[in-house]
């Protein structure tokens, strides 16, 4: 490891790269008020509006929240964001103003779903979302949807009749679309009529139990919505959030106590954060949002109509649960990094009220070779993270493990539950040998290995780099 002084000096010369480097274009739509979850969510995300180009905050109804939008409420917490920007800029670059990020608060229309869609039934919203599909920018434009999406297909149905069938399939292959369910009936009819439309979505509605099964309620649903066994309970409860979030000044107290689970609508944003695990663009490669695969699902009692064509939808994966058994679900996806997420957002919250020096910072993980690597079926790979620090200085743990269901090189599991064993997995340099045996034909794909780099810092941080093997014959 360099020493401190050399990495330091190295960070300080990256950090205005990281600054500027293309961020996410994001524009949230959000049913804020329906329940506490969406207040959560936005505290959240203001946090990591460095790691952002936020378009747009748009107040929207719901099956919820059906004659109404807050966006008062919005302005609100971004008004806290605003006390507390100079500090969090302090400890990472690239933090936009409140001042910014108010002007971007619309709305929608204060009716329920496809009943705001149509001829003369444009919004603040819709408009300010058909302005951020005609920018120049070739970067796509990602809608996370915490409500119902009725803004989005409002604006999509304006530019199908107003605009030439180029400029319509333009402005949808721009489109990135994570919706927390279905809470109106205007996202089926999205999915139906753009059938190009990249989607992310658990479908289904919550009076047939939807949210029960969606892969999102695995961020905190373990009592509630998810019931999902093997997650720790103890790091999304509201004394966890009290100590961690709320005490923490302006922005931490407009974090309201949770009234079914904490923080619902924050997977559709957590996979675009640069943690180095997260692919926004690979849903099947999985991050702290989750794990989706492109596929057209059964028809499900939930479902409001049956879905015709292929979506990014739930996906399981094994994980050793806090319990010490073995889960196979699409709820672990999320919960499987849930201790890096949270203390992440807890070290984040510091940053509002503390100087650099009193606060943690994640550790920075380097490979010392290649992040795609090809091999035969048993050669040796030999792995490296020389070059890893920590910019506070800290010392730093190494995992590195096989991330079975995120390639296409599949292997069933030994008893232990892992497929693949890797030698000196906790230590900088690893290796292992790609399996010959209980492997399927042809015996050739991709291999997802993460090595997790965890600082000793309080929090303890976690960040990542991926190395991808393409097995070769």
Not at 31 to 56: C, K, Q, W
Not at 117 to 134: C, M, N
Not at 159 to 178: D, F, G, I, M
Not at 350 to 357: A, G, I, N
Request: net charge negative; proline share 8%; charged share 20%.
């Amino acid at each position: 490891m360099p020493s401190r002084h050399a990495f330091l000096l190295l960070l300080a010369c990256c950090l205005p790269l990281l600054a500027s480097a293309a961020k996410p274009r994001v524009f949230v739509l959000t049913d804020i008020e329906n329940e506490p979850d969406d207040a959560m969510s936005l505290v959240r995300y203001l946090t990591y509006a460095n790691h952002f180009e936020t378009e747009g905050l748009v107040a929207t109804t719901s099956i919820h929240q059906r004659n109404h939008v807050a966006p008062q409420r919005i302005r609100q917490i971004v008004t806290a964001y605003g006390k507390v920007r100079d500090n969090l800029e302090l400890h990472e670059p690239g933090f936009p103003t409140g001042e910014h990020l108010l002007a971007l608060v619309t709305e929608g229309l204060p009716v329920y779903g496809l009943l705001g869609v149509g001829e003369g039934k444009d919004s603040s919203g819709s408009e300010a979302l058909i302005r951020a599909l005609d920018r120049d920018d070739s970067r796509p434009l990602w809608v996370p949807v915490w409500g119902g999406p009725s803004v989005l297909a409002q604006a999509l149905a304006k530019l199908r009749s107003t605009r030439a069938p180029e400029q319509l399939a333009r402005a949808v292959a721009k489109l990135r679309v994570y919706a927390i369910s279905d809470q109106d009936d205007s996202g089926p009819w999205l999915r139906k009529e753009f059938p190009g439309l990249f989607y992310i979505v658990s479908p289904g509605f919550s009076a047939g139990g939807a949210y029960h099964h969606a892969t999102w309620s695995g961020i905190s649903g373990d009592y509630f919505h998810a019931r999902c066994p093997g997650a720790d309970f103890t790091l999304v409860t509201n004394e966890w959030l009290d100590r961690n979030i709320r005490k923490k000044g302006p922005l931490g107290a407009e974090y309201p106590h949770w009234e079914y689970l904490m923080e619902g609508d924050t997977p559709s944003f957590l996979n675009l954060i640069d943690n180095g695990l997260n692919h926004s663009e690979h849903p099947d490669w999985g991050g702290w949002g989750g794990r989706y695969e492109l596929y057209t699902p059964r028809p499900q009692k939930w479902h409001l109509v049956p879905e015709t064509r292929p979506i990014w939808t739930d996906a399981d994966d094994e994980v050793m649960g806090a319990d010490g058994r073995w889960h196979d679900t699409n709820h672990a996806t999320i919960w499987r990094w849930r201790e890096a997420y949270q203390n992440d957002f807890a070290a984040r919250m510091d940053w509002t009220v503390k100087p650099y020096k009193e606060a943690n910072h994640p550790p920075v993980p380097k490979l010392g070779h290649a992040a795609r690597l090809t091999a035969k079926p048993g050669e040796r790979v030999d792995l490296s993270a020389e070059g890893t620090g920590d910019p506070d200085g800290d010392a730093v743990s190494y995992v590195w493990f096989y991330y079975n269901e995120a390639g296409t090189f599949p292997l069933s599991s030994a008893r232990s539950g892992q497929p693949l064993e890797i030698k000196a997995y906790d230590q900088p340099k690893a290796w292992f040998v790609v399996p010959t045996a209980r492997v399927m034909a042809p015996g050739t794909g991709q291999m997802h290995i993460i090595l997790a780099v965890t600082d000793h810092g309080s929090p303890r941080l976690t960040r990542y780099q991926r190395v991808i093997v393409d097995v070769v014959k």
